[in-house]
């Protein structure tokens, strides 16, 4: 079965705005097993909505359209959709009461223009929505399944996972399709690939698909079975082979996030830990603290950017910056070292190096990083030289310095 | 004229992958007057390809195509869009020749399967690919243009630029359309609209787009004319006009974002500043050193999480920390101080709030956020109460904060 996303409103070709339900569903019908040929951004416009709509029900056997459901002139999604099938639109009595209750609720007489919310293309199937006016529609159309849900995502969301998802199920002949995602941090797609791929051509379901970007890797096996419980027996069936070559590299297999994980076992273990960052500059500070609840386990960062900073307040020797330079093993160590003992925390974290685009040298070359852990996580060090411009530099720093962390808490033998 | 952008690639239909390419054209072409009316992201697959540049070329007068234009089976941009368009491809032996000089300088022989990147569109003009193995190309079907390039950035961006704006810029008859967009932070679109919208919607050339995101709005201003000089004089005449109402609240008038800005101020006064961040845990200070050459203006943050690192890092006095709060003015004023003082810099910002999901109290809501300033941008404080979730309150306070640096660097009365 393959799928098609529209997502419906001019604002979203705007550099502001990013197709954000277009990327929840892609990731969502993947999960499921569902592959998707094509994600359409379109206009407002009529023409062009109804020619999307043509296009993509003569190419998918299932259309997701999200946006352009609600009451203004800009909202064309259910005239466009119907005009696309041949099919006319029938006005629902339910849904009107509906939409008249709720105004009267907020004290308020509905405009005539709210009417055509209650607009239903002839034979679709109505998804009521709980958080918002306007309700999604579900029509067969020649065997084909196309759905309409509406623009915001706190709406969209909850609708698609309890009425969608159950009704792409169903025409999946019974078949249960699940997909589970295994996250590898600081390995090249080409390592982890060569490591696996002999493991994973040999299985046919579940079927596996890599993906890379910039110090991650992704691994999803998706399995098709008669029930949940043997489909989640066919990937662990699976997962449990991918995971001897990788010797603890796979951080995680439940969707969470690399930040996520690192904090869930300082919480677990109770450890604080405090950072000093040169080179990132406080973006590792900035990713451990995005997740809810740091206050539990992250105390303090200094970023010591300029070197008098990295004197102040790490205790770094003068007399060994002069010598090793900033960026070298031995500052990333005394950083490490002094923002352990000087914050009385448990781990100490050092990141100093040169994430360009200048400041490069034939010795010391741009992308070079140096990493260091002090404490209950371990005295380690690292050198990496990572690839890709400034950006990419410090976002794989941070990775590497998290993937450390871990497996240092969990007694891994370093990288 | 409208547009319609392909991006091409099933890698682009996974979760790890954005569409950077169809961002980029999206923005460019509305720089430059040109309206996109579809973005569209397609699978390597032929009958989807064929089915994709059918439907854009009926639609737009415009089609740029990014992807699949290397040697591989999955490449098939050139067949596909030569399907759609009923034509047939011509193997170019100049191309051929390029390629395997190429090959032939890094000491390879070409495979025979490279052979197909020469594969031109009957009736198509080449557009040579300075960075990369594959060439564009440009075709008029019908009084269409369509533009295919290959997707990496890097040989996409300069040669869309290059050679492509200006065969769009030929087919607008001589006409020029050119955008400037104005930033404003800390502003709302709705009072931005209101302040402004008598005054634009006075104009019709330029046409004014308002777009709003957490933090920022954006007005973008398009003229049409029939020279550069003359469509920056009536987008000037516009700007102008609406720079007074805003009394200094546009901070970018060339693209560039706040922090960049803001960096740009301080090198030029030779300033240096001082963060010390709770809620926003690091991100201030990520933020100001993704700008390449932070060392001349960034000395250091203190990224002071918990309590403890306050009392120590910054000498905020235990008795007025028990008395006020973490979450108070007093607070920040005292961490916007110590992180001046203890640095020896010209500037210190002290940012402390709520950021959520949890740690609310009715006095003291998710949102709540106290930002002071103090040295050379003058000393300033802002309680402010930011909407949304724990990301967008820590977006929005750091915006605040580059905010109150750039007034206050400027001169301009606090907000």
Same mark, same amino acid.
């Given at each position: 079965m393959?799928a098609?996303?529209l997502?419906i409103g001019s604002?979203l ?7 954000s $339900?277009? &990327?929840?569903?892609? /990731? ?7 592959t998707?040929g094509?994600?359409?951004t379109?206009?407002d416009d009529?023409a062009?909505?109804?020619s999307?709509?043509r296009?993509?029900?003569? @190419?998918?056997d299932?259309?997701v359209?999200t ?8 909202d064309?999604?259910r005239?466009a959709a /119907?005009?696309a099938l ?10 009107l ?8 609720r907020? !004290?308020r007489?509905?405009a005539p ?7 239903v293309?002839e ?5 009521? $929505?709980?958080r918002g ?5 579900? +029509?067969?159309a020649?065997?084909?399944?196309? +759905?309409?849900l509406?623009g ?7 609708m698609f996972?309890?009425? +969608?998802?159950p009704?792409?199920g169903a025409r999946?002949?019974g078949?249960v399709?699940r997909?589970r =995602?295994?996250?590898?941090?600081s390995m090249s797609?080409?390592?982890v690939?060569?490591a ?5 051509? %040999?299985?046919? $379901?579940?079927r596996?698909?890599i ?5 991650? +890797?992704?691994?999803h &096996?998706?399995?098709q079975?008669?029930?949940?419980a043997?489909a989640e027996?066919?990937i662990? /069936?699976l997962a449990?082979r991918l995971r001897?070559p990788?010797a !603890?590299?796979?951080?995680?297999e439940?969707?969470?996030?690399l930040p996520e994980v690192v904090a869930?076992?300082l919480?677990?273990?109770g450890l @604080?830990?405090?950072l000093?960052?040169s080179?990132?500059?406080g973006?590792?500070?900035?990713r451990l ?13 200094y970023v010591?950017?300029?070197n008098q %900073?990295k004197?102040?307040l790490?205790?770094v020797?003068?007399?060994a910056?002069?010598r090793?330079g900033?960026v070298?093993e031995?500052?990333?160590? /005394? ?5 352990r003992?000087r ?5 100490g974290?050092g990141?100093?190096?040169i994430? !360009?685009?200048?400041g490069?040298? %034939?010795?010391?070359p741009v992308?070079? =990083?140096f990493?260091a852990l002090?404490?209950a996580a371990g005295a380690?060090?690292?050198?990496a030289?990572f690839p890709?411009g ?6 794989q720093a941070t990775q590497?310095a ?5 497996r240092?808490l969990?007694g891994?033998s370093? &990288?």
């Amino acid at each position: 079965m393959n799928a098609e996303i529209l997502a419906i409103g001019s604002e979203l070709l705007t550099p502001l705005r990013s197709d954000s $339900n277009a &990327l929840y569903l892609t /990731a969502k019908l993947l999960e499921h097993g569902i592959t998707v040929g094509a994600r359409v951004t379109v206009a407002d416009d009529r023409a062009l909505l109804e020619s999307a709509f043509r296009t993509a029900l003569s @190419r998918a056997d299932v259309v997701v359209a999200t946006g352009g459901l609600g009451p203004t002139e800009d909202d064309l999604t259910r005239e466009a959709a /119907a005009a696309a099938l041949g099919r006319g639109l029938r006005r629902d009595p339910a849904i009107l009461e509906t939409l008249r209750e709720r105004f009267a609720r907020y !004290g308020r007489v509905m405009a005539p223009v709210n009417e055509k919310q209650a607009d239903v293309i002839e034979g679709g199937r109505v998804l009521p $929505n709980s958080r918002g006016t306007a309700p999604g529609q579900a +029509v067969d159309a020649d065997g084909r399944l196309l +759905v309409l849900l509406p623009g915001p995502p706190s709406e969209m969301q909850p609708m698609f996972e309890s009425q +969608v998802l159950p009704l792409i199920g169903a025409r999946a002949g019974g078949a249960v399709l699940r997909t589970r =995602v295994l996250r590898i941090a600081s390995m090249s797609e080409s390592d982890v690939e060569q490591a696996l791929a002999p493991i994973y051509t %040999a299985f046919t $379901n579940p079927r596996t698909t890599i993906l890379g970007a910039p110090g991650q +890797v992704e691994l999803h &096996l998706t399995a098709q079975a008669a029930s949940d419980a043997e489909a989640e027996q066919r990937i662990e /069936a699976l997962a449990s082979r991918l995971r001897e070559p990788l010797a !603890g590299r796979i951080y995680s297999e439940d969707g969470r996030e690399l930040p996520e994980v690192v904090a869930a076992l300082l919480l677990e273990r109770g450890l @604080r830990l405090a950072l000093a960052e040169s080179c990132t500059g406080g973006l590792l500070a900035a990713r451990l603290t995005e997740v809810p609840g740091a206050s539990g386990f992250f105390e303090r960062a200094y970023v010591t950017y300029g070197n008098q %900073a990295k004197l102040d307040l790490l205790g770094v020797d003068p007399a060994a910056l002069a010598r090793a330079g900033a960026v070298s093993e031995e500052t990333a160590r /005394a950083m490490a070292v002094g923002a352990r003992t000087r914050s009385r925390t448990d781990i100490g974290v050092g990141i100093t190096g040169i994430a !360009g685009p200048d400041g490069g040298t %034939a010795d010391k070359p741009v992308g070079l =990083v140096f990493i260091a852990l002090d404490g209950a996580a371990g005295a380690r060090t690292r050198r990496a030289h990572f690839p890709g411009g400034r950006d990419r530099v410090r976002f794989q720093a941070t990775q590497a310095a998290l993937e450390m962390i871990r497996r240092g808490l969990l007694g891994l033998s370093p &990288l």
